[in-house]
């Protein structure tokens, strides 16, 4: 991979791809709305442009187009920007941008880089959805929905290429806990566990990505728990 475009790239995850990326020469774009951290992100390799926008307000199409441009094309991008949070209480402005970031916000980015790979003889994309996809969580309601959400629409674009012989690679990422700001746990740490530092999830990500894997779990023992999850019946999934 040498042209990368990471949306959601000033925190986390996005962030730790962006600086192991460049530290093995790949070019790579960091898109996110935190000004400061895109600065700091750029003045820490010359591999690292970065470019400030918010998936919820942006034309993700014409964002393509700039950063294409600017890179003298683009082989792979990365879908990292998200937004979750406990919300048991229901506060509508927690479900709603969570719905707004991870469901509105992806579905223009995701459908605008597919487009764009397209009609550029192809490349790779990459969604972040999560292990808290495969059931609906009453920690929030909204983000694990949204999650299934982003795992539904990577794999519909997955078809997708294989129908369009579109040669572009669809890749869903599917972390567990990550120490991130995002990684939070119902009753705080005691909710948390098998928690993977960011560098190894970054480097396991790259790793699955190299190797053109269509679904990439991070850890690797949290394919286990996704399949439990999916496994186990309502009685006993509504008491844990
Ligand atoms: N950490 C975990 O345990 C875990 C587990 C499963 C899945 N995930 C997923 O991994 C992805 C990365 O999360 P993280 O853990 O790395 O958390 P994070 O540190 O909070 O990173 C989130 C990133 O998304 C960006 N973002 C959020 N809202 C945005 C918006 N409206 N427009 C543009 N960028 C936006 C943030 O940048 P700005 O705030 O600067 O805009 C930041 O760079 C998310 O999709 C998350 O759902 C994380």
Known sequence: MKNILIIGATSGIGRELCLQYAKRGCKVTATGRRQALLASLKESSSNIATCAMDVVDCNAAELLQKVGAAMGGIDLVILSAGYGDI??????????RTVNTNVLGFTDCAAAAYRYL??????????ISSVASFRGGSAGPAYSASKAYVSSYMEGLRVMS?????????STIIPGFVDTALAKGVGGEDGIFWMAPVEKAAKQIISGLSRGKKIIYV????RLVAWALRLLPDFIYKRI
């Open 162 to 170: 294989y129908k369009d012989k579109a040669n572009v690679k669809v």
């Open 87 to 96: 919300n048991q209480e229901l506060v509508a402005a927690i479900e709603l």
């Open 219 to 222: 850890t690797r023992r949290w």
């Open 118 to 127: 397209k009609e550029h003889g192809g490349g790779m994309l990459a969604g």
